[in-house]
């Protein structure tokens, strides 16, 4: 085991050793451990395959911050082995590999790079035709990465809000001491922190020649921090975006937090850069970063003979930790002239440490098989990127390189911050950023300790201020920077394998030909090389990507810029977008009635409704009998959970006149009128009953699912019209039974007197407000089921009584409950359209036969423009009716609709009609299949093709006769 003594080790518990194992053998790690530090200790470097050449690859950053550490868990694929923490039994496997990790057979791909050049697929295999199809499966299977165990379980995730005064991502030096100064002002502060403990670089980095300073500090800032009652923290938690007016949703473990603060403090960092040279992705090569989190965090010993080849002075710290902990310093290798701190030499010299200066690492020399380096080739720099044409061997079994920081810009510039370059210190800097925003410490070009610890309490202080609060500390000045940037950290070689971005094994070359090519654009050269679009998202790919496109395009990286950062900051599983498996549970008043009486229930929407009456086992036999029953005599149905919308106001009649298709402006009160809605793009998105009460005011129903996205869009669209209107969704208010059959009236009239309900003093469509068992109530003479119907709506807490009142009123002509599948099959016989399962995000009016509910005198509705446009085009698609014989293979909703060996539609709706004696449906179908007494082919379970034959619609009662009764 590689591991070093205490006080090394800040994350693990030497007490608790964990069995794993890693390509079928066994390892042992402990407590703390990342699978990739436990690896390391146990002397495996070699931890996955790149993703093009299947080239070895150890780990980089130690950090989470690159793709070189790849790893398949048995439930979940690409993890990253340097940020997952190690279990009991975890069972790791390697992963993009062709044979075994060890004796990968694709690894000979590496010899045939220059024939794979950037962009080789896009230019060589589109042609002859066709034959993109033969070599896809191929270079698929050989880039391919984790694979997914299909039969996973979800596991529980959920969501959380979270309010705070000021929210500080970031716990380094900078975050704390800004979480402090907010704080300490009586500010509630969130501090955000991605890795398990808090202190960020002073839990790895050295900051002066003694070693002892950062510890130091960040016992100090702990306890703190940790014990003030006005910050709460998130550790293990990332920010993975920021929004408009700090909308931050932050990931921690299972949970999606959604925080909204007033104030937001960025102090994110920087990444530590590699340098580019000839097999600088091998194991055995990391940034200089990574080999002090192995020691510092998991008390690892990243090698015995190490180079440290460096742009900055933070190098030459590493190698004394390095030294320290009983690694042999073989050489710092320093690309500049010297270093800025004069102490540094005497330091190095003191423990006998080579130093050689204006010089690099040419290349990284390997031993057979390229499994870890096991010496390098230094030599003088002699111009920008170009070095001697000799120079010397070291041996070495690890390199530490560092060509200077990144700052960790993404969420800043999602913010709308601009980077801009300063050649003179080869540095980005940020502006531009909104208000209420704000950065320190490094992310800020901050990076000598004093002065990022300044960075942070002045951050923390303007703040306070901005939220009003009084501040006892000063300002506090800033002191001298030394250069951290080496500015040219590229040296190409002539045999290649120089790499720039390790995700995507792009080389300097590949780069260069980009511009060559044409593509001198950063964002082109992106999307045709597609550097910066693997894992790493460019953490340690953009800066270099950036010189080498303004160095061939002859301009400077000011102009270049690097790449769009968009969210997410890290990857993200569908789970934390989606949340926990959440149902609401909702039931009408009448729910009691319904288990009573033997329903079966189903879910609709957030509610629960019966779905028929009667025996689970017999549900065809079931609900033909409830249908029956309506046709024949009198049913009835809870329709509680149709959405319900009061509109009133003087602009109410408008305000539907914009929203819904048809027109309403001239709608007589006492009556309704079928109401279809559709968005701007002209899609229907759902419909109902608009019943007009009074001048101004109406009620209007919507889909049971759809009603609360209705209210959303009718408020949304009247904020910017700002029409006199109220509306109100009063869907749990009300309770509403739909009475249907030929006796419906029959039952009524035992129940309602004070209003005439024969068919001339209550019309089809007609509106009424009465009594009904002595309850106030809105009644309305709707037809969805095809029969003389009544729907009563009442105040929700009088449903129940309704429902008895009824039920005893229907004695006498053997009423009896139907459910929501029966009423669905009646509906069907009369063809009428159920949204989101007749329709779905592409139809348009004209393609359910809905023209007639489009009102062609009034000059705008929601979506108008699109539906004159899609209308203006020739139908590609139309719903229709079809039938196949009693006895028949029965569609399903979803079987396909073929036309030759081409699919040109789907079923949405199919039951088998007694009332019709036959099977029928609804379909979408190509134009030249949809007209009556055509057949067309409906591939059903099995893979058998049924010939159904197009049916006018609607299927029962076509002139509309008994609803109108």
Partial sequence: MNRLPAPMGLLIDRDQPLDFSFDGHRYQGLQGDSIASALLAN?????????????????????????????????????????????????????NVNGSLDNDKDAYLGKFSKFMPVGFYYRSFYKPKGMWKIWEPIIRKKAGLGVLDLTFQPEYYDKAYLFTDVAVIGAGPAGLHA?????????????????????????????????????????????????????RILTEATCNAWFTDNYLPVIQ??????????????????????????NNDLPGVMLTSAAQRLMKLYAVKPGNRAVVLTGND??????????????????????????????????????????????????????????HINGVDVRMITAQGQVAASGQHLDCDVLCMSAGYMPVYQLLCQAGGKLAYDDQRAEFTISGLPQNLNVAGSVNARHRLDNVIADGVNAGTEAALA???????????FSGEARVNFNWPIFPHPKGKDFVDFDEDLQVADIVNATRIGYRDVQLVKRYSTVGMGPSQGRHSALPTARLVAWATQRNISETGVTTA???????????????????????PMHARHLQAGAKMMPAGIWQRPAYFGNAK????????????????????????????????????????????????????????????????????DDGVCARLA?????????????????????????????????????????????????????????????????????????????????????????????????????????LELWDALTDAGKAFDIRPFGVETQRLLRLEKGHVIISQDTDGMTHPAEIDMGWAVSRNKPFFVGRRSVDILEAQPLKRKLVGFALPKGSLQPLEGHLVLKGPDISGNVTSCEYSASLGKIIGLAYAGIDQSTPGQRIPIRVEGGIVVQAEVVKLPFFDPDNQRQEL
């Fill in 43 to 95: 002397g495996r470097f070699l931890i996955s395959r790149s993703f093009k050449y299947h080239r070895p690859r150890g780990p980089l950053t130690m950090a989470g911050q690159d793709a070189n550490s790849l790893v398949q868990l048995p439930q979940e694929p690409n993890v990253l082995a340097d940020a997952h923490a190690l279990s009991a039994g975890l069972q790791v496997t390697a992963q």
């Fill in 179 to 231: 979480a402090l100064t907010t704080a300490n002002a009586g500010a509630k502060v969130l501090l955000i922190e991605q890795q398990p403990v808090l202190g960020g670089s002073l839990t790895y980095a050295r900051f002066d020649i003694e070693g002892n300073r950062a510890e130091t500090l960040r016992r100090e800032l702990l306890a703190a921090v940790e014990q003030h009652a006005n910050i």
């Fill in 253 to 278: 473990g299972k949970r999606l937090y959604k925080v909204r603060a007033r104030q937001c403090l960025v102090c994110s960092g920087a990444f530590d850069q590699p340098v580019v040279f000839r």
């Fill in 314 to 371: 933070d190098g030459y710290l590493a190698a004394l930790d390095l030294h320290d902990q009983g690694v042999k310093v073989v050489a710092v290798v320093d690309m500049r002239q010297g270093p800025s701190d004069e102490s540094l030499p005497g330091a190095l010299a003191q423990r006998k440490i080579y130093l050689q200066c204006n010089s690099t690492v040419y290349e990284a020399l390997h031993e057979k098989g390229m499994r």
């Fill in 467 to 477: 939220l009003g609060l009084v501040v006892g500390a000063q300002r506090v000045p």
């Fill in 566 to 588: 968009r969210p997410p900051f890290v990857a993200e599983k569908l789970a934390h977008v989606a949340g926990r498996a959440f149902d609401p549970y909702r039931q009408t």
């Fill in 618 to 685: 017999e549900r065809e036999a079931c609900m033909q009998a409830e249908a029956l029953h309506v046709r024949n005599k009198v049913g009835l149905i809870d329709v509680s959970t149709l959405g319900g919308l009061d509109v009133r106001g003087p602009d109410a009649a408008e305000l539907l006149n914009r929203m819904y298709t048809f027109a309403f402006l001239k709608q007589p009160i006492g009556r309704s009128r079928y109401a279809l809605m559709t968005n701007e793009h002209g899609v229907v998105i």
């Fill in 695 to 799: 001048e101004n005011h109406f009620y209007v129903t919507a889909t049971t699912s759809g009603v609360d996205r209705i209210y959303q869009q009718m408020l949304k669209w009247n904020a910017q019209w700002r029409l006199d209107v109220d509306v109100a969704n009063v869907t749990a208010a009300i309770c509403a039974v739909n009475v249907a059959g030929p006796d419906s009236r029959k039952v009524l009239e035992q129940v309602c007197t004070d209003l005439d309900l024969s068919a001339e003093g209550f019309p089809y469509l007609g509106v009424r407000q009465g009594t009904v068992a002595g309850i106030k109530a809105r009644l309305l003479r709707v037809g969805f089921v095809g029969e003389l119907g009544y729907e009563i709506h009442v105040p929700a807490r009088h449903g």
